[in-house]
């Protein structure tokens, strides 16, 4: 629960800078389109929310770096997972490590706020969106099938001719502003009262805007746009985004409807006439989640798309248009993927301010370990370093550890020896090494077959493994899983020969294959 908690308070984190970049983008993309289809325009913002609600995560997706001996015989049931997200890197200078910024660099009381905070934004957008489907069943349930002159049934009938559709019920309600349309589950397009004795001519307008919408499955579509948007609703960007998508939704509308009658101008002057005539119903929202003839209220904005040219450039310039957008949308992406906030979660690396230089902690539980130098405990003429439980641990690790290139090791057996002295070890501990060929591990191998337990004196420990040519680095350490303390001294990193002998656990021997197909027939 922990880790979900942080996980939700660093993607709202991220959210609050990194969608004004992704909106700006956008903008800059629907400024180089200039004046295209609104079905193209529509496609960027849709696109501009679903990277929206994906960039806030991209800094949680970095490749782990593996301590475990999977696959190996000696590996028991109640070993910890031991996978480690490394957020520091050693660099090369033996210089300062680095750190990206995490989750436990806030105040516990402001994460606390910000995941509460959010937690209300998203109870209170299902909230309203389960309001919204309830408004659009009441408004279905007052509706009744509507009453149409023959001229207007003739022009329905041609209208659903136009677009290819079967029947669609047509019904009316006294509670609609403006025509509307809503999937309940099927298609059904809903008309104010007051239109019905309208001439046919403007009807026609009325219904292949409708069914534009029908066609483009607008309704479905935006429903998955609001329950997904619940979790960006706290965010003003997702607002301005939502916005300009139902803009786009009846620019593309429009554009279509335009095409199905008599052009775009004699489209535009009924839309003007049915506005008067309504009484600005263009600003009355619809009831519930229905998508009206007015949705978007840019009733002006839509009457200038239709009455100028709306391919007034080339394909060439919209597609340099939308790859320049591409561009901008792929450049905020990779930034926030490198300086968005990283949460902290059980298997996340963190650094200790008192780590001895060139060593970090990590494990599944950094955060129920300390480390430092006990210069109180001297071995081998040299302070030792320790590494204990600071509270209850029942299970999980923590370890000390570097990691070094494979560079001047590869095609080579290596021998990290250590000294280590342990005091009421719970669970067990050891000396591990692993080399790894970039992400992948190639060679392990934590002591657990011959694990440290309990409080024994100080000795000597071996980790021998073969470094492939193809190596790339080499990690090691000592870990404690469970409770308990230990300290660890006078570590040797060198090159040995093929006469002293690995210490991996063997791989699972592989049973001996027949040479022929037995038994084909099930006689025997």
Known sequence: MQTVSRLVVAYAINALWQLPLLVLAAEVTVRLLGRVPGKILYRVWLGCLLLALTVPALPFLHLPFHITNSGSTVQQATTPVKVLHLSFYERQSGGPVTKALRISDFPGVIASGVLWLYLISVLFALCRLAWGLRQTRILLRSAETARLTREVRETWESCLTLFGKARIKLLSSSKLAAPATVSWPSPIVLLPVELHDEQANEMAAVFCHELAHVSRRDFLSNMFIELIGVLLFYHPAFHWIRRRIQEMRELACDDMAAEAISGRHVYARTLLRLTQKMLSAAVVPQPGCALGIFEGEILEKRIMNLLENTSKHTRLRVVVSLALGSFLMLGTCVLSADLGLKPVNAQTAIQKDNAPSGWFMAGSKPASYQTGVDRAMIQNGHPSAFLKSATPVSDGFGTLMQTVSATDYTGKRVRLRAWVSSQDVGDWAGVWMRVDKDNT?????????????????????????????????????????????????????????KETPVTSPEPPQRPKLATHPANLSFTE
């Open 441 to 497: 591990m190639v060679a392990f191998d934590n002591m657990q077959n011959r694990a440290i337990k309990g409080t024994q004196s100080w000795k000597a420990y071996d980790v021998v493994l073969d470094v492939p040519a193809d190596a790339t680095t080499i990690s090691f350490g000592v870990l404690l899983s469970g409770e308990g303390e230990v300290w660890m001294n006078d570590f040797h990193f060198e090159v040995v020969g």
